[in-house]
């Protein structure tokens, strides 16, 4: 690993129980350090600001604020720190847009136990890890670049994150308050969703997150 002194390490999971695991795992190494764990996205910000770490653990999907939302804050608060994604979904549309926000590693939990350790140490390097569930789907993606793109891949970063959420059964406030943005603004993106793709209400748009596996 590089650097001296080992990587200091952020959990943000809901789940205490998840947390709790995945720190006792990664404290049994001698080069990564868990310096703080969070239960939802404002509480790994105000961690972050406090002790700075190299690098944060988030779940993709948490209470209140999601992943997306904190994302938006880190970039815009100018942080420097290294970010992999911990998440139930091992669909090619998650991991692309994860990858394309700038986040550095991207994990599933069903497979964190044995791949989290090797992820941080992989990402500390200056690498980036995608659990090998997607990993060889996400290259073969990337490689073939935009042409012929599907449904999906019309929406916006925005629009797609605001689709899988809406998707789930949310309501629009709800979205709003997961992504940090008005109600207004996230009826706007709603409205686009359904025009790129061609859908008539909510309810279809939660048919097409279900036959497209974006939600589970």
């Known amino acids: 690993m590089t650097g001296s002194g ?3 390490v952020v959990l943000a999971d809901d789940h205490e ?12 190494e001698n080069s990564i ?15 972050i600001a406090k002790d700075r770490p190299d690098l944060l653990v988030l779940d993709y999907s948490m209470p209140g604020m999601a992943a997306p939302a904190v994302l938006d804050i880190l970039e815009e608060r100018g942080e ?18 994860m990858l394309e926000r700038g986040v550095h590693g991207y994990v599933i939990k069903s497979s964190a136990v044995s791949d989290l350790v090797e992820a941080i ?6 690498k980036v890890w995608v659990s090998p569930q997607v990993s060889q789907t996400v290259i073969h993606h990337l490689r ?3 042409a012929r793109g599907t449904l999906v891949e019309r929406l916006s970063r925005r ?20 992504l940090g943005i008005g109600v207004s603004t996230a009826s706007t993106y709603r409205a686009r969703i359904m025009e790129k793709l061609d859908l008539t209400s909510t309810a279809e748009i939660i048919r097409f997150a279900l036959e497209n596996g974006l939600v589970n």
């Open 80 to 97: 420097k720190l290294k970010v992999i994604i911990l998440t139930v979904h091992e669909n090619i549309h998650y991991a692309v847009r």
């Open 144 to 146: 073939r670049g935009p």
């Open 17 to 28: 129980m998840v947390r709790e695991a995945l720190a006792q795992i990664l404290g049994a």
């Open 33 to 47: 350090k868990v310096i703080g764990q969070a239960k939802d996205g404002e509480e790994a910000l105000a961690i």
């Open 6 to 8: 080992p990587v200091r």
């Open 121 to 126: 140490e992989a990402v500390h390097q200056g």
């Open 159 to 178: 629009e797609f994150e605001v689709l899988s959420i809406l998707g789930k059964g949310t309501s629009l406030k709800g979205c709003a308050h997961q």
